[in-house]
C-alpha cells in the first residue's frame, strides 16, 4: 500500500499549492545537474583526482544504479514516512552531497558521495511526482506533469549542459556541484513555506529485504555492464561476462521471489493489469533510448568531431530546450482544455525525432551550429509530446494502492533505456570508426594520383614554412592520417544518428501492435469478469477492491468524525461531512 494525500489545509491554497509545485520542480532540477556532472565535466575531474579511468567509472556506476534503487525503493519509503518530508529530506540530502563532492579530491569520498547523491535523486523524482498525482485532481495532471517534465526530462537534455558548459569554462567542475546547493535550499525553503498535504496511512507493506538484494545486486550489475561494457568490447572481457551472468540470474530470482511473496513482495505487480501502463512501460524503453542517445550523440560529436568548447556544446541543445518546454505546454493545452487523448501526439512525436536525427545524419566536418539547429530543434518539438503522451498514458488509470510502484517502475524502464540506447551507440560508433579506416585507408595509397597530389601539396606547404624536406613528408603523412581518421568518425556519427531514425521505424509498427494485443487482452478479461459477476449474484454486492486514481482539488472542507461513513456522490467522489478527501483516503477513515 501507499499513503494517500488529502487536501491541502490552510486557506491560502492557490499559492500554497504553487510554492509546492515550484518547490517541487526546483527539487528535480537538482537532480538533473547532478546527473549529468559527467558528461561534459569528464576529463577536468580525472585530470584533477588523478585518476584512471577505470576507477572514475565507479562515480557513474555508483550514481546510476543507486537512483535505480532509489526508484524502486521510495513506494516503500513513503509507508513509512510523510511523503513531502521525504521529498525535503531527499533534497538536503542532495544538496549536501553536491556541496560534499565540491571541497574533495578523494577518489572513495566522491565515490560514496555519488552514491548518496543517485540514492536521494531517485527518491526525490518518484516522490515528487507522486504528491503531484494523489494532491492534485486529475482534470489537472497535463499542466502539472508538464510542470514536473521540465526539471526531470527538460534540464537534464537541455539546461543542465549548456550550465555546465559554462562553468567548466570560467571556472571550474567544482562549481556545478556548488551550484546545487542554492537550488536545493530554494527547492526546500519553497516546500516548507507550502501547506503540507495531509497524508492519510494505509496499510504498511513490510519492507522486503530479500528482495531488495536481489535488485540491488541485479541492477548494479547491468549498470555496469552497460556503462562500461564498450570500453571492453563486451563479453570478450570476463568481468563484464560474469557480471552479466550474475545480473541476469538475480533478475530471475528476484522475480521468482517476488511471485511467491505476492502481496508481502517489495512491489505490486497488480498495476500491469492496466493495459495503458503496460503499454506505456514499454514505450519508456524506447523513449528513453531515442533522449538519453540523441543527448549523448550530439555534444559527443559537436566535441569530438566539430572541436567545439565545452560551453558551445552546452548550448547546442539549449534552444531546443525553448521547444521542448513548448511542446509540453502545448500538449498540456491539447489534453486539458480541449480533451484530446493522449494517444494522439504520440506518433507525431515518434515522427518528429525521425526526421531530426535523419537530418542530422547529413552532418560533415564543416557543420556548424546553425547547419544542426533546425534537426535539433524538432528533436526537441518531438520529445515533448512524445514524454508528456506516454506520462498521462501510464500512470492517469492507475490506482491509488499502486501509483507509486508504478512511477518507480517507469522511470526505471526509462533510465535502463537510456543506459541501453547509449551503450548501443558507443558500441556502434567504435565498430564503424574502426570499419570505415580500414575502408578508407585501403584507398588512401600512394599510387593514387589523388592522394600523391594531396601528399606533395601539403609537404611542399610544410617545407615553406620552414621544415626540411624529410620531415615535412613525414609530418604530410601524419596529417592526411588524421583527415582520414576525422572523416571515418564523421561517418560513424551519421551511422549512428540513422540508426535513432531506425530505431523508431522498426519500434513504431511493434508497439502499435503491442498496444492492440494489450487492449483485445484486456477487452477479454473484463468480458470474462462480467460473466463471473452475473453467474454470481452475491459478488455484485461488493464493494469495489480498488478504486481508479481520483485525486482531490485543494479545496477546503471541515474533518468529519471518526465514526461517520463516507458518502458516494453521483460522480464518484466521496466525503465526510463538508471536506473532500481521496477515495484511499476515505475507504482507510
Not at 470474462?528 to 485525486?551: I, Y
Request: hydrophobic content about 55%.
Amino acid at each position: 500500500m501507499t499513503t494517500a494525500i488529502a487536501a491541502l489545509p490552510g486557506r491560502a491554497r492557490p499559492a500554497s499549492g504553487a510554492l509546492l509545485v515550484l518547490g517541487i520542480v526546483l527539487a528535480t532540477l537538482t537532480e538533473a545537474i547532478a546527473s549529468t556532472v559527467l558528461s561534459l565535466g569528464r576529463g577536468d575531474i580525472i585530470g584533477d583526482i588523478y585518476a584512471t579511468p577505470d576507477e572514475f567509472a565507479w562515480l557513474d556506476v555508483g550514481y546510476t544504479a543507486f537512483k535505480l534503487i532509489g526508484f524502486l525503493t521510495a513506494s516503500s519509503l513513503m509507508t513509512r514516512i510523510n511523503p513531502r518530508s521525504l521529498v525535503i529530506g531527499a533534497t538536503l540530502i542532495m544538496g549536501t552531497a553536491c556541496g560534499l563532492a565540491a571541497n574533495t579530491a578523494r577518489l572513495d569520498l566522491l565515490v560514496a558521495l555519488r552514491i548518496i547523491q543517485g540514492f536521494s535523486g531517485g527518491t526525490l523524482l518518484v516522490g515528487g511526482q507522486a504528491i503531484l498525482f494523489l494532491a492534485y485532481p486529475r482534470s489537472r495532471q497535463p499542466i502539472l506533469q508538464a510542470l514536473f517534465a521540465m526539471g526531470a526530462v527538460v534540464a537534464p537534455a537541455t539546461i543542465a549542459p549548456a550550465l555546465q558548459g559554462w562553468l567548466l569554462d570560467t571556472h571550474s567542475w567544482t562549481w556545478i556541484f556548488f551550484s546545487v546547493v542554492p537550488v536545493a535550499l530554494a527547492a526546500v525553503g519553497l516546500m516548507l513555506m507550502a501547506d503540507s498535504p495531509t497524508p492519510i496511512g494505509t496499510a504498511r507493506r513490510p519492507f522486503d529485504w530479500i528482495g531488495f538484494a536481489l535488485i540491488s545486486v541485479a541492477l548494479f550489475c547491468f549498470t555496469y555492464v552497460l556503462s562500461q561494457g564498450s570500453r571492453w568490447d563486451w563479453f570478450e572481457e570476463p568481468r563484464i561476462l560474469w557480471l552479466s551472468v550474475i545480473g541476469a540470474a538475480t533478475l530471475l530470482a528476484f522475480l521468482g521471489q517476488q511471485l511467491m511473496a505476492e502481496d508481502h513482495g517489495l512491489f505490486d505487480f497488480t498495476l500491469f493489469r492496466s493495459d495503458d501502463f503496460s503499454f506505456a512501460f514499454i514505450v519508456s524503453f524506447v523513449a528513453g533510448a531515442a533522449l538519453f542517445g540523441s543527448a549523448f550523440l550530439i555534444p559527443a560529436f559537436a566535441v569530438s568531431v566539430l572541436a567545439f568548447t565545452p560551453t558551445d556544446a552546452g548550448q547546442l541543445l539549449l534552444p531546443s530546450g525553448a521547444l521542448f518546454v513548448g511542446a509540453l505546454l502545448l500538449a498540456a493545452f491539447l489534453f486539458q482544455i480541449r480533451r484530446v487523448p493522449p494517444f494522439a501526439t504520440v506518433p507525431f512525436g515518434i515522427l518528429l525525432i525521425m526526421v531530426a536525427m535523419w537530418m542530422l545524419s547529413g552532418s560533415t566536418r564543416e557543420s556548424g551550429s546553425d547547419d544542426m539547429m533546425a534537426a535539433i530543434l524538432l528533436r526537441g518539438l518531438g520529445l515533448g509530446f512524445l514524454f508528456l503522451s506516454i506520462t498521462l498514458i501510464a500512470f492517469s488509470n492507475l490506482t491509488s494502492r499502486n501509483l507509486v510502484f508504478g512511477i518507480g517502475l517507469f522511470n526505471t524502464s526509462r533510465q535502463l533505456g537510456g543506459l541501453m540506447g547509449v551503450a548501443w551507440l558507443q558500441t556502434l560508433i567504435d565498430h564503424n570508426v574502426t570499419a570505415n579506416l580500414a575502408v578508407l585507408g585501403a584507398h588512401v595509397t600512394a599510387g593514387v594520383p589523388a592522394v600523391s597530389d594531396r601528399l606533395t601539396t601539403m609537404t611542399a606547404m610544410l617545407a615553406a614554412r620552414g621544415m626540411d624536406a624529410a620531415a615535412a613528408s613525414r609530418a604530410a603523412m601524419a596529417l592526411l592520417g588524421r583527415v582520414v581518421t576525422g572523416e571515418s568518425t564523421v561517418i560513424a556519427f551519421d551511422t549512428a544518428f540513422n540508426a535513432v531514425a531506425l530505431l523508431f521505424l522498426v519500434a513504431a509498427p511493434v508497439l502499435v501492435a503491442t498496444k492492440i494485443g494489450l487492449s483485445r487482452y484486456a477487452k477479454s478479461r473484463a468480458g470474462r469478469s462480467v460473466e463471473t459477476v452475473g453467474s454470481h449474484p452475491q459478488l455484485q454486492e461488493r464493494e469495489p477492491d480498488e478504486t481508479r486514481l481520483q485525486a482531490v482539488p485543494l479545496s477546503s472542507g471541515a474533518r468529519s468524525t471518526p465514526g461517520e461513513r463516507p458518502r458516494r456522490h453521483h460522480d464518484g467522489r466521496h466525503d465526510r461531512g463538508h471536506g473532500a478527501v481521496s477515495p484511499v483516503a476515505a475507504r482507510a477513515g
